[in-house]
């Protein structure tokens, strides 16, 4: 009874810690990523527009909003196979207060793994108090706050705990090994590779780490459980990440000249940001440092004064010899090009093109907040080393307050250099607030609580407001949403760079238009996006192709070039332009040039004499060179299928402003039908003269696939728990 009544309390105390540390959110107006940032200008667009989808019963594979079309399934950070994202696409409009509550959902499921783990798994079986101080350093750890505009990486984050606890569980009882595949699974379909392929390199040393430990005579059965494991939590992510297998050769990222970079790896001084992330800034905002933008490690100056002793007095068991050696291993491979693992590194082709080595730190704050849960283990335990410690931070304390300001002499002058040294003496006085703590402990055990209070206080206080900022001021686009909407045109609306900080392309997006823009995603189509962004202006020929009737520009701009005039002027930030020579999104050609490759073809529509209208690149496609007139209708156009009925008097080329991927399939009366790629990056079917019906629909085989390959891991994990119930020995009845 007293167990669960201190589980209980703790479960209390996390869900408390957790609602209060968004208070600027909850109570105070604030908003998560309020400048924008990926949240609400990769995701939320695309997170509209799957439930909006939902809606009209379509589970949407291409999103024909972004640019001129996005294949978001094969984008695992899109999270349409994420579980954690089921409860936003359910829900149309989706409400700001959703979307926060999603961005904060992660980092409760992190503190409550955090707390599992290290009270019920077989490896740790810690006191509350030591389990809490471990879960409230890694859910408030400098990794979740900094990224809480992405909350696709904290997913990650979030189940680490979960899956080391399900790995220790089924190795304790292989009966529990099937459900064990769920965390892991969860974990990877948090979908952000980088965090996926880190988390996953842990779980697979751990798993090693465990085949080799004693007995020997019990590894192969434990590595024949860890491998069935790890296989149906693969199979569970296949959806996700097959198609993303299929996506990335036609990305931005691939098209990447593999540099060397430093800037998001950690240098050496970096590690001082263990004690305060203050010393090279936090968040957007205040960050100086001379490298790109990287989380540190921390977790607490007060959780690190704790590990330290922890792993200290915990050293010799097998436990923390692993953790141990993988915080060693992640803080020498966050160094990157900096430490020992950069020529690893430069000669691993994934690694140097993932480059952003300073992301693992992470798994150091696991590590560290593992290592704050025994440091109170122990310290309870022993008043001799209680008593040590104690002395020792107190004169730790005095010596980084004396310090300080030659710690933070690099910081430049001002603000910065204010903020590192007042964030290492803020450091130095929880040193000695936490030496007074353990002193008071050995006297009365109601100070045992007094330590994660502590921690909570310190996390709380410096990290509530990293990514929290006030909104800014809001413009009311009611009025010329209400003009757009009524024009019943299929129709482009376009964002001059001007205006984009005043209407981002992303609103529209979310309202319902679709946009020749991107989000800023490094997996967006390479190819599209080579040809939008050397367009030069709206006047050019080329930017007609792509469909754009109406242009949102600054208030009062000039017309952008001839066929461009005002057309809505009663806002107070913006004008609508209208492009009268903008091509309809779906247009008839008679005359064609062959061309062998997309450069040849992406150098003749950028010329300027190039007519679209009368004539089409077409990559290994129909040679045509005759004089016509049709029309088309339009029967259906959705997510996943075009339908369109063609009108002509001679045999023509059918151009599409949508954008070419490979698992596009036409139909012309119902016979399958080429599909060419048309001026650099559109879609051209060939059409012989009369009436025609021709369909295009998206077909992504690879999502069938991995769907299949899902529900054989499912079924194989169901008749595994199955058979291992019907083995388990049967307990022997008790005596009357």
């Not at 202006?537 to 792509?546: D, E, G, I, K, V």
């Amino acid at each position: 009874m007293q167990r669960r009544r201190a589980a209980r309390g703790g479960l209390v105390f996390l869900f408390g810690l957790w609602g209060l540390f968004f208070w600027p959110v909850w109570l105070g107006g604030y908003a998560i990523a309020s400048k924008g940032g990926d949240l609400w200008l990769q995701l939320y667009p695309v997170w509209s527009f799957v439930g909006e989808s939902l809606r009209k019963g379509i589970f949407p594979l291409w999103d024909p909003r972004i640019m001129a079309g996005d294949p978001i399934a094969a984008e695992p950070q899109y999270g349409l196979f994420n579980p954690m994202n089921g409860l936003l696409f359910a829900i149309h409009p989706l409400p700001e207060t959703l979307v926060h509550l999603r961005v904060a959902w992660p980092l409760l499921i992190g503190g409550l793994g955090m707390y599992g783990y290290l009270r019920r798994s077989p490896r740790w079986r810690l006191g509350p108090t030591a389990a809490l101080t471990g879960a409230v350093a890694y859910m408030f750890a400098d990794p979740f706050i900094v990224h809480l505009g992405h909350p696709q990486i904290n997913d990650s984050l979030a189940w680490l705990p979960w899956a080391f606890w399900a790995l220790d569980r089924a190795l304790e009882n292989p009966t529990w090994a099937p459900q064990a595949a769920l965390p892991l699974a969860l974990l990877g379909l948090g979908g952000h590779p980088q965090t996926v392929l880190y988390g996953g390199g842990a779980l697979g040393l751990y798993a090693l780490w465990r085949i080799g430990e004693p007995p020997r005579a019990a590894a192969l059965q434990r590595a024949g459980i860890l491998l069935g494991i790890g296989g149906i939590a693969v199979a569970l992510t296949l959806p996700a990440y097959l198609p993303a297998l299929e996506r990335y050769p036609f990305t931005e990222r691939a098209g990447l000249q593999l540099s060397y970079d430093r800037s998001y790896q950690w240098p050496p001084e970096m590690f001082l940001d263990l004690l305060s992330p203050w010393v090279h800034g936090r968040g957007a905002a205040f960050f100086w440092g001379p490298w790109g933008r990287i989380e540190s490690a921390y977790v607490g100056a007060v959780a690190l004064y704790l590990a330290l002793p922890g792993f200290l007095a915990d050293r010799g068991r097998a436990r923390t010899g692993f953790l141990v050696l993988l915080g060693i291993l992640v803080g020498l491979f966050a160094l990157g090009y900096h430490g020992p693992f950069g020529p690893l590194i430069a000669r691993v082709d994934l690694l140097a093109r993932i480059g952003k080595t300073g992301r693992i730190a992470y798994l150091l704050a696991f590590v560290l907040a593992i290592g704050a849960a025994l440091g109170i283990h122990h310290l309870q335990r022993s008043a001799t080393f209680r008593r040590g410690w104690t002395l020792t931070l107190a004169l730790g304390g005095l010596v980084l307050w004396m310090v300080a300001p030659a710690l933070a002499a690099s910081a430049p002058l001002g603000d910065p250099r204010a903020r590192a040294v007042g964030g290492l003496r803020a450091a130095a006085a929880l040193a000695w607030g936490t030496a007074g703590i353990l002193a008071m402990m050995g006297r009365q055990r109601v100070w045992r609580a007094a330590l994660p209070a502590l921690l909570a206080v310190e996390l709380i206080a410096s990290g509530a407001r990293v990514e929290a900022g006030p909104r800014p001021p809001a413009h009311d686009f009611s009025a010329p949403l209400a003009f757009l909407h009524a024009d019943p045109g299929w129709f482009r609306v376009d964002v001059d760079g001007a205006a984009s900080r005043i209407w981002p392309p992303a609103a529209l997006q979310a309202a319902g238009f679709e946009v020749p823009q991107g989000t800023g995603n490094p997996m967006e189509l390479r190819e599209f996006n080579v040809l939008r962004w050397r367009i030069p202006t709206a006047a050019h020929p080329a930017y007609r192709m792509l469909g754009v009737k109406y242009l949102i520009v600054p208030k009062g701009a000039p017309p952008g070039g001839e066929g461009i005039w005002p057309v809505f002027t009663d806002h107070p930030a913006v004008d609508i332009h209208l492009h009268t020579r903008a091509l309809p999104r779906a247009w008839l050609v008679y005359r064609t040039v062959v061309v062998r490759t997309y450069g040849e073809a992406l150098e003749g529509v950028l010329r300027p004499d190039f007519r679209p209208e009368t004539i089409a690149l077409v990559e290994n496609g129909p040679s045509l060179n005759g004089a016509g007139s049709g029309r088309i209708e339009v029967v259906r156009y959705t997510p996943h299928t075009v339908q369109l009925i063609v009108h002509t008097d001679q045999a023509a080329l059918l151009v599409l402003s949508d954008a070419l991927y490979p698992v596009w399939e036409a139909q012309v009366d119902e016979r399958p039908a080429p599909i060419y790629r048309t001026n650099a990056v559109f879609r051209g079917v060939w059409v012989p003269r009369g009436t025609h019906r021709v369909t295009m629909q998206f077909r992504p085989r690879s999502v069938g696939i991995g769907g299949g390959a899902a529900a054989a891991g499912a079924l194989l994990a169901g008749l595994w728990w199955a058979i291992a119930r019907k083995s388990q020995p049967v307990p022997p009845a008790e005596a009357g």
